[in-house]
């Protein structure tokens, strides 16, 4: 009964460093996505993936770069991360591209020194 | 882009009391949807409405969607404890996901 799992919950990375965050689901959804949150704001949609095969930018995508692993797996990977993508990071997933994003992961707190 | 206005920003209220809030945007959208985020949680969808007018509930939730189509509404009656947390609107335009605009959310806090 997972849902959708992001790992890892924290990180602490330097100006410069890359990483690759990870979510999973197990619902058989097709729609992945990733999304940041800032504090006070809502969410923005970095990059999302329609189906198996597919991604597109969303609002924020610059300094992103997304794999579509299989149908279960979307990971998020930041190649020279910057301080201004210090942020919490949710994967979510829906059905279909046309339903809504109704199951979120918990959240990634990337601190960016 | 499209910009959501979520109001109030927080809200203090009492047990048993009722609450409302709205979201509205400059553009016109086809879908609305309200979220609940608890701390250190992802959001959870309570609600969506796709036709204006439209008026759904969700036990002591129920939410709307404005005729203009260019605002909605949440509604709690009866606060509890448990309702503490930021509520979320997002807007669509068009039948993809992918396109949802956030607001900033309405953080409530409910006094026992």
């Known amino acids: 009964n997972a849902g959708v799992t992001q790992t890892p919950k924290f990180q602490v990375l330097k100006t410069g460093q890359s990483m690759t965050l990870q979510c999973a689901q197990d619902m058989n959804h097709n729609s992945m996505y990733w999304y940041r949150q800032d504090p006070g704001m809502g969410l923005r949609l970095i990059y999302y993936?329609?189906?198996?095969?597919?991604?597109d930018k969303g609002e924020v995508p610059n300094g992103y770069n997304v794999s579509r692993l299989n149908k279960r797996e979307f990971s998020l990977r930041l190649e020279s991360a910057a301080p201004s993508q210090t942020s919490v990071y949710f994967c979510?997933?829906?059905?279909?591209?046309?339903?809504?994003?109704?199951?979120f992961g918990d959240g990634t707190r990337l601190s960016i020194l | 882009g499209q910009q959501l206005n979520q109001s109030p920003q927080s809200m203090f209220i009492q047990e048993g009391e009722d609450v409302s809030m709205n979201c509205t945007s400059s553009s016109i959208f086809n879908t609305w949807l309200w979220y609940k985020q608890d701390p250190g949680e992802g959001p959870v969808l309570l609600i969506a409405l796709y036709k204006a007018g439209e008026l759904t509930s969700n036990g002591r939730l129920t939410a709307q969607f404005g005729i203009t189509r260019k605002d909605s509404f949440l509604n709690i009656s009866a606060s509890i404890p448990s309702d503490v947390g930021i509520y979320f609107c997002?807007?669509?335009?068009?039948?993809?996901?992918?396109?949802?605009?956030f607001g900033d959310g309405t953080t409530l806090t409910v006094k026992p």
């Open positions: 993936s329609a189906s198996e095969g597919t991604t």
């Open positions: 979510a997933s829906s059905e279909t591209p046309e339903s809504q994003p109704q199951h």
């Open positions: 997002a807007g669509q335009l068009n039948t993809n996901a992918g396109k949802s605009t």
